[in-house]
T-cell receptor, first 115, second 112 residues
């Protein structure tokens, strides 16, 4: 068990370009979450999956953002036509069951810088 | 609206003493509260949680207290160690949704 893996760790892109991030959850975890964290703030919920079904999306997730989890394993988060306001740490997490007593396990994140 | 609030952005404590981190919430539907610890360049790490039906949960040096009437919880670390220096986030979840709502964090520094 290598934990939650996120790639790339860092991404610098020009405004207007598309970017895609990948998250590999802990293998037996059926729930997968995406969060975004900006400086001085706590992580903000973006979306979550149970297996391959996307069960909830935040209104923070504009139509430029899309997430997928084909086959209920790894997930991708794509941002189209990036804007400077998209610069943030994008965190992925996974869990086996509802948050409850055990929380969920976060990856180390992908830091996006839009220039 | 900020449903989970951590009003102290930073806290400095001497090694061996008690660290107390505070968190307030507004949503009475929250049924689990969690504390996460975050080091620079790493994702948050789950520390301890408490169900809304309890008022205390203890795990080694870490104890979380919940006061539902005041909508307030606190994390006590005794004794504090230099390795505890990190940013601590309070988070909450409700029966309705599985997402966590995080506070803005408190940076704890434990000095020798």
């Amino acid at each position: 068990d290598t934990g939650v893996s996120q790639n790339p760790r860092h991404k610098i892109t020009k405004r207007g370009q598309n970017v895609t991030f990948r998250c590999d959850p802990i293998s037996e975890h059926n729930r997968l979450y995406w969060y975004r964290q900006t400086l001085g703030q706590g992580p903000e919920f973006l979306t979550y999956f149970q297996n391959e079904a996307q069960l909830e999306k935040s209104r923070l997730l504009s139509d430029r953002f899309s997430a997928e989890r084909p086959k209920g394993s790894f997930s991708t988060l794509e941002i189209q036509r990036t804007e400077q306001g998209d610069s943030a740490m994008y965190l992925c997490a996974s869990s086996l069951a509802r948050t409850g007593d055990y929380g969920y396990t976060f990856g180390s994140g992908t830091r996006l810088t839009v220039v | 609206d900020q449903q989970v609030k951590q009003n102290s952005p930073s806290l400095s404590v001497q090694e061996g003493r008690i660290s107390i981190l505070n968190c307030d919430y507004t949503n009475s539907m929250f049924d689990y509260f969690l504390w996460y610890k975050k080091y620079p360049a790493e994702g948050p790490t789950f520390l301890i949680s408490i169900s809304s039906i309890k008022d205390k949960n203890e795990d080694g040096r870490f104890t979380v207290f919940l006061n539902k009437s005041a909508k307030h919880l606190s994390l006590h670390i005794v004794p504090s160690q230099p390795g505890d220096s990190a940013v601590y986030f309070c988070a909450a979840s409700s029966r309705i949704t599985d997402k966590l709502i995080f506070g803005t964090g408190t940076r704890l520094q434990v000095f020798p």
